[in-house]
T-cell receptor, first 113, second 113 residues
Framework: ETGVTQTPRHLVMGMTNKKSLKCEQHLGHNAMYWYKQSAKKPLELMFV???????ENNSVPSRFSPECPNSSHLFLHLHTLQPEDSALYLC????????????FGSGTRLTVV | DQQVKQNSPSLSVQEGRISILNCDYT??????FLWYKKYPAEGPTFLISISSIKDKNEDGRFTVFLNKSAKHLSLHIVPSQPGDSAVYFCAASRTGGGNKLTFGTGTQLKVEL
């Protein structure tokens, strides 16, 4: 248990479905992140939330919609995804202002069929 | 444009020997570097870091070396143990860049008996 919990661990969804990924941390961190890990690619930063405000959207398609209702929870809402969106989605949190204190969750393995 | 590169996708080392994992970066603004370790079905976990004001940082069996002029860093593990078998990600950040980490593609280390 790393202190950052992601659910579900695995998700298979059709291209017309709507689903949400959930991330929860109780480390007292003020920044939360969504990363995408595809095979043979670097971890790609998708979104950054700092003190519950979105401070970065890294040119992510609108079919991915993040939500940060409070400093402990982060969601990634998914709709009309494509098969190429299949990947491991990792949530992380860190204290501000340090980038050194990233704590990752175990990830959600998403398969779009 | 990949700013952090790990050119070796895999490395195999015998138990007890030294493992050397390499990482190159292109952005001269990066001033903080980290190594993360990832086991299958788990999120990356922080291993060791180094600030650009140093050229070496040691923590037990793990040592990170930084060569700023070459924009190169390396992670040395000695002696290597079977439990070190994992994917190792190099990451970098810069002061004023928010808390964002830019990752490499990872190197799969296998420590053989």
């Amino acid at each position: 248990e790393t202190g950052v919990t992601q659910t579900p661990r695995h998700l298979v969804m059709g291209m017309t479905n709507k689903k949400s990924l959930k991330c929860e941390q109780h480390l007292g961190h003020n920044a939360m992140y969504w990363y995408k890990q595809s095979a043979k690619k670097p971890l790609e930063l998708m979104f950054v939330y700092s003190l519950e405000e979105r401070v970065e959207n890294n040119s992510v398609p609108s079919r991915f919609s993040p939500e940060c209702p409070n400093s402990s929870h982060l969601f990634l809402h998914l709709h009309t995804l494509q098969p190429e969106d299949s990947a491991l989605y990792l949530c992380a949190s860190s204290p501000l202002p340090s980038a050194a204190g990233y704590t990752f969750g175990s990830g959600t393995r998403l398969t779009v069929v | 444009d990949q700013q952090v590169k790990q050119n070796s996708p895999s490395l195999s080392v015998q138990e007890g020997r030294i493992s050397i994992l390499n990482c190159d970066y292109t952005n001269s603004m990066f001033d903080y570097f980290l190594w993360y370790k990832k086991y299958p079905a788990e999120g990356p976990t922080f291993l060791i870091s180094i600030s650009s004001i140093k050229d070496k940082n040691e923590d037990g069996r793990f040592t990170v070396f930084l060569n700023k002029s070459a924009k190169h860093l390396s992670l040395h593990i000695v002696p290597s143990q079977p439990g070190d078998s994992a994917v190792y990600f190099c990451a970098a950040s810069r002061t004023g860049g928010g808390n964002k980490l830019t990752f490499g593609t990872g190197t799969q280390l296998k420590v053989e008996l």
